[in-house]
């Protein structure tokens, strides 16, 4: 897939602190990117560097193949949602809209209700906002965000403070966008359980430092049930457990056998690697939620 945005190295210091040291991403067109770290990680000033609200201090910006003064020219194709949304209460989403329109440059009043009708407010455009529920403002926030239809929108924390009705409704928002416009996502939160059911791609961050990017099938596995062993010989017991049938397996840095199938055979498992000469010296069944993946992860890196 074509790499829409790249960061090679950026950075952002605040007097002697680096808030962001380094970072490298890559999000491929038609993505829907999770940013994930804890409140105070970066994320934030990360997004705005990408957005052009905040300079950088080392680094580059890669827009659409172009870097540099080049990349500066494909900012327009970004829409963005960072912090709160820039409404004002007592005037209609139409007219919140038309005031975000009027400020970008944009004449295109019939843009207005289409968009309302893409993020489900098309039947409330004339309503003040004060009256509007948080999942509404924070959609009509996305829908500000899609004026000028971006092809990248970047969204910073948009379920926080939402209650489960709320969030429902923003996350489904933002998987028919991708799905059915084909616009890529960046959204930066601290809930990774949220963002594992809508986001393919993951990108890490604590203390300014980007930790690790991950796949959907990669964050996926760090949930599952497993099966955990350590043995004498490594490499001669999954050769074995492979030829016992066993196909979904990982060795992970420390040296565990991480077995994902047929996790109720601990006891099967432990005779045939003993019938094969392999002393197994420790062996538990252990599931992690994506939460206590992230803080092991985070825990790493202090």
Do not use: W
């Amino acid at each position: 897939m074509d790499c829409i945005l790249a960061t090679n190295g950026v950075t952002k210091r605040y007097g002697n602190r680096n808030v962001v040291n380094t970072v490298s991403i890559n999000v491929c067109k038609g993505d829907i990117y999770g940013l994930i770290g804890k409140n105070g990680a970066g994320k934030t000033t990360l997004l705005k560097m990408i957005c052009g609200h905040s300079t950088l201090d080392a680094g580059e910006i890669s827009l659409f193949g172009k870097a540099g003064k080049e990349a500066a020219e494909f900012l327009p194709k970004i829409g963005s949602l960072i912090e709160r949304p820039g409404i004002y209460p007592a005037m209609s989403a139409e007219d919140n809209l038309k005031m975000k329109c009027l400020a970008s440059g944009i004449n295109q009043p019939e843009i207005i209700n289409q968009i309302l009708s893409i993020v489900g407010l098309g039947e409330v455009g004339k309503k003040p906002v004060g009256i509007f529920s948080m999942g509404m403002k924070q959609r009509l926030g996305i829908a500000m965000a899609l004026t000028g239809y971006p092809e990248l929108v970047i969204l910073d924390e948009p379920i926080n403070g939402l209650d489960p009705g709320g969030i429902a409704e923003v996350r489904e928002v933002i998987r028919s966008l991708n799905q059915k416009l084909g616009i890529t996502f960046v959204i930066s939160s601290h809930i990774l359980e949220e963002l594992s059911k809508i986001s393919n791609r993951y990108g890490i961050i604590e203390n300014g430092v980007l930790l690790r990017e991950m796949t959907t099938q990669e964050i996926s596995m760090a949930g599952r049930t497993r099966i955990e062993l350590k043995t004498n010989d490594i490499q001669k017991a999954c050769t074995i457990l492979q030829s016992a049938g066993l196909k979904s397996l990982n060795v992970t840095e420390e040296g565990v056998i991480q077995i994902f199938d047929r996790v109720i055979d601990s006891g099967d498992i432990t005779m045939t690697l003993s019938l094969g000469g392999i002393k197994v010296r420790e062996i538990i069944v252990k599931t992690d939620t994506l939460e206590d993946y992230f803080l092991q992860l985070t825990e790493k890196s202090q």
